[in-house]
């Protein structure tokens, strides 16, 4: 584990001198996961291994103490939340106010293929691993095989809102049938 994270700390350092990726552009949630064409990952367990991380290059101005204190329970809330995913999803959003002005954005997802226990521990290994490397930093993620996690100061996800469609009172009339004659309007 000591190599790990030696070698993600050189990584990371090494990412501080270009602007991330994640930080540039909004990403399309089915596009979180890298492939691997060499080998199949899905359904087995894989090593925590040696992340890809980045960072916005912009520093938290703010005061820390209380970014730091908002930050983390919003990570703890979408770490829950996406690792209590069903068997076909495990991924949630998730912002919280840091001002009345600022929100922080998260967002976390596992394959499904992985246990609740081991989406959990991964996604809590991954924000540590960010903070380890870039606290202090304006926004960010860090991606694995089985787990992704990015978080920021602006909205870079939308989320789906089903179309609401209201049940009809009444039966439409059928072609040709006489419409029906409504008083007292």
Not at 41 to 61: C, H, Q, R, S, V
Not at 78 to 100: C, H, I, M, P
Not at 104 to 115: F, V
């Amino acid at each position: 584990m000591a190599a790990a994270t030696k070698r993600f700390t050189h990584k990371c350092k090494n990412n501080r001198s270009r602007k991330s990726r994640a930080a540039s552009k909004d990403l399309n949630v089915q596009q979180k996961f890298p492939a691997f064409n060499n080998r199949s990952f899905y359904g087995t367990l894989e090593e925590l291994g040696n992340p890809e991380a980045g960072y916005n290059t912009g520093d938290i101005k703010s005061n820390s103490t209380e970014f730091d204190t908002v930050w983390e329970s919003l990570m703890d809330t979408v770490v829950r939340n996406a690792s209590n995913g069903s068997s076909t999803l495990k991924y949630a959003t998730g912002e919280a106010d840091f001002t009345v002005f600022q929100k922080i954005y998260a967002l976390m997802q596992c394959t499904p293929d992985l246990s609740h226990k081991d989406c959990d521990s991964y996604l809590r290994q991954s924000v540590s691993n960010y903070e380890s490397c870039c606290h202090g930093k304006q926004g960010g993620y860090v991606t694995r095989p089985s787990c992704y996690f990015r978080w920021d100061l602006y909205p870079f996800y939308t989320t789906a809102t089903p179309s609401l469609s209201l049940p009809s009172l009444s039966p439409p009339p059928s072609p040709g049938s006489p419409l029906p004659v409504i008083k007292g309007m």
